[in-house]
Structures are given as C-alpha cells and as structure tokens.
Nanobody, 124 residues
Framework: VVRLVESGGGSVQTGGSLRLSCEVS?????????TAWFRQAPGKEREWVAS???????NYENSVTGRFTISKDGAKPTLYLQMNDLKPEDTAVYYC?????????????????WGPGTQVTVSS
C-alpha cells in the first residue's frame, strides 16, 4: 500500500512563498518512481505543475517555471514543492501523485497514487 500525505498549504499575499511537503509511505520505494505535483483551482480542470523522475529529471509547467522548485528527499522520504513569488492564479488545491515506470507524464490519470491535497490561497 502506498500512502501520500501533503502539508504546508496556507494563505499568503501576492509575492509570498510556501513550501509544500508530501510525505510518502508504503511497501515500495516510491521516491524512486515518477512523482509529481498537480493542482486544481475552483471550477477548473486539474493541471500538472511539476514532476521529477527516478533519475532526478525535472519538468515544470510553463507558468510556474522560475518560481516553483520540485525536489525530493529519499531519506525521509518526502517530496517538496517550493513556491516563490506566488500569484492569485496559483490559488488551488495542490496534490502530490506517484506512478511507477516511464514516462514521467503530465497526464493525471496515469498516476494511480494520490494524496488528499492541501489548499493554497494567494490574495492580491
């Protein structure tokens, strides 16, 4: 059984920062899989934010490039999303997700394992 639990969400003003964490537990070395962050804003489709492969290859959605940083710590094991220069359009519920194998896709349904999500609210 694989379990993902996010934390670190909250409310900040425009230009602020937050660091999301996704604690990973289970029988498999999940952080050696493809792990990713997605988000869903009210009334919108869930969208991919960033992903990191087992080899550490990272990709970002264009609107967060240069502001967000995805990383992982295999020793804990935890996935992180450092979010800087936050904007109101970043307001959403943020989810971490994991899948075994390749590719490390941006397509949500390809990920069988999800956390419950953490709310991020950015006010102007």
């Amino acid at each position: 059984v694989v379990r993902l639990v996010e934390s670190g969400g909250g409310s900040v003003q425009t230009g602020g920062s937050l660091r999301l964490s996704c604690e990973v537990s289970g029988d498999m070395p999940v952080l050696s899989w493809c792990t990713a962050w997605f988000r869903q804003a009210p009334g919108k489709e869930r969208e991919w934010v960033a992903s990191i492969t087992s080899a550490g290859i990272i990709n970002y959605e264009n609107s967060v490039t240069g502001r967000f940083t995805i990383s992982k710590d295999g020793a804990k094991p935890t996935l992180y999303l450092q979010m800087n220069d936050l904007k109101p359009e970043d307001t959403a519920v943020y989810y971490c997700a994991a899948r075994m194998g390749a590719p490390c896709t941006s397509v949500g349904p390809a990920y069988p394992h999800w956390g419950p999500g953490t709310q991020v609210t950015v006010s102007s």
